[in-house]
């Protein structure tokens, strides 16, 4: 019998997880294992301080509901989001344009909307008007594109956040035949993420300030190609190159511009950004995105 110590224990987790059927588990399973004995072992994991990660865990896990994903957002906040993202944009086979994160904010049910409707049921800011061409990297237009769309009101919020069951400032677009895609908003502002959570607590306690720069998600899909999933930041954020979930990048910084007749929406202030889909790989449709609806994840966990 092999005697367990702090020398052994890990060799002998390992042989016990190695009948595991699945081979891909099998591998992530013993690298977990061998990363968290090999962090314990660095800062010497103390006893209570083990327990203190514990009761931590379990405060993310019950914040937890099928309207609020806690677990991703500590993922966020932690970088991890922002890794596997960049992981997964090296996968791709062709240079479409930068991604960004997904956020716990994303909804499936989000309402259909016709070109140049506005998505806030309310005027509460600067209303403008977003546009631009989705294209292959080759530059030839994507009609008929799905071009998904959502973000804060002028209060900072998301419809989820003030009302879980509320639709608001969101909404699902098509490309023309020119592959030109055109909404109305209203320009957003920089926000905080969640902060009445241990997340929020964690961020506080390492004093860090808890803001996103100011931005619009989208997530554009056409047949064919690898789903977009990015966000457009604006310019002359204070929190462009410190955002606390490292999801702005310079090439995703757009700008609010005066009316002009080239927008389809002369009228409006404007947002402009061509969107670049890069062609879909064999590994794609296994692959998965990075982030769901915090109701999918709830349901896949059997709730
Ligand atoms: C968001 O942009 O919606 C977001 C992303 C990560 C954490 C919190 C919010
Ligand atoms: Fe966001």
Redesign the pocket.
């Known amino acids: 019998m092999r005697e367990i110590t702090a020398d052994t224990v890990t060799d002998a987790v390992i042989d016990q997880m190695s009948t595991t059927p699945d081979a891909r588990m099998r591998e992530i399973m013993e690298s977990a294992v061998r990363h968290l004995h090999a962090f314990a072992r660095e800062v010497d994991l103390k006893p209570a301080e083990w327990i203190k990660g514990i009761e931590f865990m379990t405060q993310v896990g019950q914040k937890c509901t099928p309207d609020r994903q806690e677990f991703?957002?500590l993922s966020?906040?932690l970088g991890l989001?922002a890794l596997v993202n960049a992981m997964h944009d090296r996968t791709a086979i062709e240079d479409g344009t930068r991604t960004?994160?997904?956020?716990?904010?994303?909804r499936e049910n989000a309402p259909s909307l016709p070109t140049g409707a506005q998505i806030a049921n309310a005027i509460d800011g600067q209303e403008v008007a977003m546009w631009g061409r989705v294209v292959n990297v080759d530059g030839t237009p994507l009609a008929n594109a799905t071009v998904s769309v959502?973000q804060?009101s002028g209060t900072g919020l998301?419809d989820v956040q003030v009302d879980p069951t509320g639709t608001d400032y969101r909404g699902v677009f098509r490309t023309d035949e020119k592959g030109v895609y055109c909404l109305r908003s209203v320009a957003p502002i920089g926000?905080s993420?969640?902060m009445d959570g241990p997340v929020g607590k964690m961020v506080v306690s390492q004093g860090r300030h808890g803001m996103?720069p100011a931005?619009i998600?989208f997530l554009i899909g056409a047949p064919g190609y690898r789903e977009l999933v990015t966000?457009l930041y604006l310019k002359g954020d204070a929190h462009l190159a410190d955002d606390?979930?490292f999801?702005s990048s310079a090439d995703l910084v757009a700008e609010v511009k005066p009316a002009d007749n080239e927008c389809p929406i002369a009228n409006l202030p404007n947002i402009r950004f061509d969107f670049s889909l890069a062609r879909e790989g064999a590994a794609d449709r296994r692959t998965g995105r990075v982030g769901a609806d915090p109701a999918a994840i709830a349901r896949a966990g059997g709730h």
Request: net charge neutral.
């Open positions: 991703i957002l966020d906040t989001s960004s994160l997904l956020g716990p904010f994303y959502w804060t998301y926000y993420i969640p996103r931005h998600h966000a606390v979930v999801g």
